[in-house]
Every structure is written in C-alpha cells, then in structure tokens.
C-alpha cells in the first residue's frame, strides 16, 4: 500500500496563474480530505468527499478554490488566479468513512506563489 | 463550534526525561480524541486515538487520557528518545462535526529531544 499520494510536491506559480493538485486516496477509502497548513494558520480543514460526493466545503475559501472527486481513484484542488497568501502546504488525506476513522495523510504539495 | 487548546508551542527535553503535553477542548457533542504526530517533509499520522473519557489509548510507549470533566486530553511519555522530535497535534474529532469528517486540530507542540 503506497499510501496518500500528492503530486506534484513542490509548486510555483506566479501571481494570477492557476494551480491544480492532485490526490490519490489509498484504495478502498471512501473519504478523502483536503487541508491547508500554514506556520500562522496552522491545519485548516478546507473540504471532505465521502464516496466522491463532496459533504463539507465550509473550510473553502468562496473564490477562486474548487476541489473536485471525478472518481473513487483521485481529487483535485484548484486554485484560479493565485495569490502570495494561498502559498501553504496542501494536505490531502483520505479514512475509511469519517473522521472517526484514523486519517491517513499524504506529504502534501507545497505551493508557492510568488 | 468545535475547539481545541494546545498548552505548550515548545518543549525541550533531554533523552530519558518524562514527557507531558495537555490541551482542553470544547464541542457540544460526545468528543472522540487523537494525537497526530507530524515529522519534517511528512504528513501527520495518527499517533493515538481515544474516544472514552478516563480510558487509556497507548502506541508506542505513549499514553492519553482525556477527563470529560475538566475537558482536558493530555500525552504522556516516560522516557523520550531523540527520534520523537517531531510536531505533536491534539486533535479533535466525533464532535459536532462527526457526520462533516472536519477534524479540528490544536496548532500542535514542537517537542525538541536533545541526545
């Protein structure tokens, strides 16, 4: 089991560009989470599918963040026309079905924009 | 909403010395709590789970206990290697939240392990 995997790793993009990340969930998770952590945020909950339907964006930033689940095998963030303030690591993790599951986390993606 | 408290942002502690980490919490519903642990480079994994008040979770040589009454959760190790020098998160789940995922984390302790 390779576990979350995130690609890619490290992403810089410049002010106003879009960026995509992608999420593997391991198999046979039916949740997966998205997760922002900054050093002054700390871990902010943005947004939680369970079986590919999305059940809570609250954490969401309104514009310009979208995640989509297009199926059972990955989800993507992204971010249209990037701001300095969105640079942060980009966690995405996935349970068997809530979060009284543990959460298996991947490495993260790492944007910066610069 | 759901709410977690980390006591401590830094702890420095030599190998072999007694580790104590505490955080309170608040939620209106029946809490379940975690520690993760987040090591350089890495996400964070599950370190504990507890979701009885007053029973004990241990892994790995740590405990955790949480005490509904004082709504307090704390980690404990007897004796730290240098190898547990990591990020320790107290987080929150089962709350009002169960059915959403969102898990609420502390904003987590640097613990510092000096050989």
């Known amino acids: 089991n390779a576990g979350v995997i995130q690609t890619p790793r490290h992403k810089v993009t410049g002010k106003g560009q879009e960026a995509t990340l992608w999420c593997e969930p391991i198999?046979?998770?039916?949740?997966v989470f998205w997760y922002r952590q900054t050093i002054v945020q700390g871990l902010e909950f943005l947004t939680y599918?369970?079986?590919?339907?999305?059940?809570?964006d609250s954490g969401m930033p309104k514009e310009r963040f979208s995640a989509q689940m297009p199926n059972q095998s990955h989800s993507t963030l992204k971010i249209q026309s990037t701001q300095p303030q969105d640079s942060a690591v980009y966690l995405c993790?996935?349970?068997?079905?809530?979060?009284?599951?543990?959460?298996?986390f991947g490495a993260g993606t790492r944007l910066s924009v610069l | 909403g759901d709410s977690v408290t980390q006591m401590q942002g830094q702890v420095t502690l030599s190998e072999d010395d007694f580790l104590f980490i505490n955080c309170t919490y608040s939620?209106?519903?029946?809490?379940?709590l975690f520690w993760y642990v987040q090591y350089p480079g890495e996400g964070p994994q599950l370190l504990l789970k507890?979701?009885?008040?007053?029973n004990k979770g241990i892994s790995r040589g740590f405990e955790a206990t949480y005490d509904k009454g004082t709504t307090s959760f704390h980690l404990q190790k007897a004796s730290v290697q240098e190898s547990d020098s990591a990020v320790y998160y107290c987080?929150?789940?089962?709350?009002?939240?169960?059915?959403?995922?969102?898990?609420?984390f502390g904003d987590g302790t640097v613990l510092t392990v000096k050989p």
């Open positions: 993790a996935s349970s068997l079905v809530s979060s009284q599951n543990t959460l298996y």
């Open positions: 198999s046979g998770h039916s949740a």
């Open positions: 599918f369970r079986n590919q339907a999305p059940i809570d």
């Open positions: 939620t209106t519903w029946y809490p379940t």
């Open positions: 507890v979701t009885t008040a007053n």
């Open positions: 987080v929150l789940g089962g709350g009002a939240d169960t059915n959403t995922g969102k898990l609420t």
